[in-house]
Nanobody
């Protein structure tokens, strides 16, 4: 029905920048909301919510990334992004996008879809 493909992760030095993208394809009417999460590699650490954007463009950020990360959504191309500046070693994690998508035909309703994850590693 819907496929999400994440890209843009990699290895960067502390203070550097990366831009993550999440491209959606399939039976999409609209993207209602987007969330980015991250899963630190340290054992026992839970998945952490990072940022969100609604269909109307309202954004929210975790305190740990506020002022450094920017979430955006290109609804015309069904692509969402997370721009990450001033990266720190503690930002190292696998990053996941989660999209709430309204499907076509419309009777299929709205569903959450997750990207496959992309590794971000920040060296000190």
């Amino acid at each position: 029905q819907v496929q999400l493909v994440e890209s843009g992760g990699g290895l960067v030095q502390s203070g550097g920048s990366l831009r993550l993208s999440c491209a959606a394809s399939g039976n999409i009417f609209s993207i209602k909301a987007v969330d980015w999460y991250r899963q630190p590699q340290a054992p026992g650490k839970p998945r952490e919510w990072v940022a969100s954007i609604t269909g109307s463009g309202s954004t929210n950020y975790a305190d740990s990334v506020k002022g450094r990360f920017t979430i955006s959504s290109d609804n015309a191309n069904n692509t969402v992004s997370l721009r990450m500046n001033s990266l720190k070693p503690e930002d190292t994690a696998v990053y996941y996008c989660k999209l709430l998508i309204k499907l076509v035909p419309l009777f299929r309703g709205e569903h959450d879809y997750w990207g496959q994850g992309t590794q971000v590693t920040v060296s000190s």
